[in-house]
């Protein structure tokens, strides 16, 4: 399968190498190519610059966004929940029809610092609002509720964590449902369609806000049906 | 101990039944004591009326918003959400001085049916405004994010979930944990001040969102640590 990752940080990057390694051809998408490639700023001290990280993985690809969605079977968007719209926007509405999108963003408001603010609204969360954005577009919300970190190694010492995901179209849930029991996800929980995004992201919210304020970040959830 | 309990639904009648188990002193407390007492209506098929109930349960009291806010040391708002300001504007705020008050309550608007629409709003959670409401009293966010079934009888077959509280009185809220070891919370932990009952209102909505979707009653979420 063909993957693009919109996003070029620690999220972005991480997915991409979990693609790959599956075997798939990956392209990220950035605004600015040439920029991007010429980072050498950490936005973390344990990780590497952009440019570093791109020596260590030169089979995935970097293009722009209308590249990287044109290429991709799938297109994954790990920006920054206030950036997706405007990478939307520059990738071109039309290089996503037909495409399943898998999205992972918060509504989040880093603007005063940390932990940042959740800015979801009921019948418009990001999920919802994407879906507007490309009406021919299959997307899924999922992989919005964890760190990246477990996204890609679910398996926690004490239990299975949960997944929840919603869509409008069930063979991209299906899809992505595949990819995540791949990656060791045992418990996937279809909650519906788009329009149940908003309860995802504010799910999130529990594990974001403890995670900053905590500064844990191997923390998930075990759902208990019983 | 003398608790208090606002509101006459399965929530407030099962945590009055718990209360007295553990033999304190009980009452309940409603807007108008008599039509509550004459009250023949089960609100559930598998509800009792509030007649019924009362007569299976006299050592429970019924009174007035206002005499149960003053008899108890600790006073329960298990009331729906959007009707919790004017049961304490009925109950008066004097009445809640140096109380420590426990919110249960949740911003759920049913007025389209079910699954009831979340109403939060960060900044102005809830907990929040019952805090500013009643600043002499120690309130104390719990219980909210469960059914009122398993904050009673929290263990679970397939683990012990987790209850987060949040308030702003650490003596109040070690008094709420206690409570809730007695009644088997194994997981509880502290998320901070009251002002972050935003994000146990907004986890509260996945449990509640789930529940009405699947009619499910009995799950519950582990918080797996690593």
């Not at 898998?102 to 989040?108: E, F, G, Q, W």
């Not at 880093?110 to 990001?126: D, V």
């Not at 299906?174 to 995540?180: K, L, M, Y």
């Not at 919210?205 to 905590?214: S, T, V």
Request: charged letters at 25%.
């Amino acid at each position: 399968m063909k993957v693009g990752i919109f996003g070029t940080g620690n999220v972005g990057r991480t997915m991409a190498e979990r693609f790959l390694a599956d075997e798939n051809e990956v392209m990220i998408g950035t605004r600015n190519v040439r920029n991007t490639l010429e980072r050498e700023d950490r936005d973390n001290p344990g990780h590497l610059s952009y440019q570093e990280w791109q020596k260590k993985h030169p089979q995935i690809r970097l293009g722009t966004f209308a590249e990287t969605a044109a290429f991709g079977d799938i297109v994954v968007l790990a920006t920054l929940g206030n950036a997706t719209q405007h990478a939307i926007d520059m990738a071109g509405v039309k290089n996503f029809a037909s495409k399943i999108v898998i999205d992972m963003t918060n509504p989040l408001d880093f603007s005063n610092g940390i932990p940042p603010r959740f800015t979801g609204t009921l019948g418009n969360s990001l999920g919802e609002q994407i879906q507007k954005l490309l009406p021919e577009a299959k997307v899924v919300k999922a992989f919005n509720s964890v760190s990246v970190q477990i996204v890609v190694n679910p398996k926690r010492e004490e239990g299975d964590p949960v997944m929840f995901i919603a869509g409008d179209d069930e063979s991209a849930k299906q899809t992505v449902s595949e990819i995540a029991k791949k990656w060791g996800w045992k418990d996937l929980v279809d909650f519906g369609s788009i329009t149940e995004s908003y309860f995802l992201e504010a799910f999130a919210m529990m594990w974001i806000h403890y995670a900053f304020k905590n500064n844990s970040w191997t923390h998930a959830f075990k759902f208990l049906r019983k």
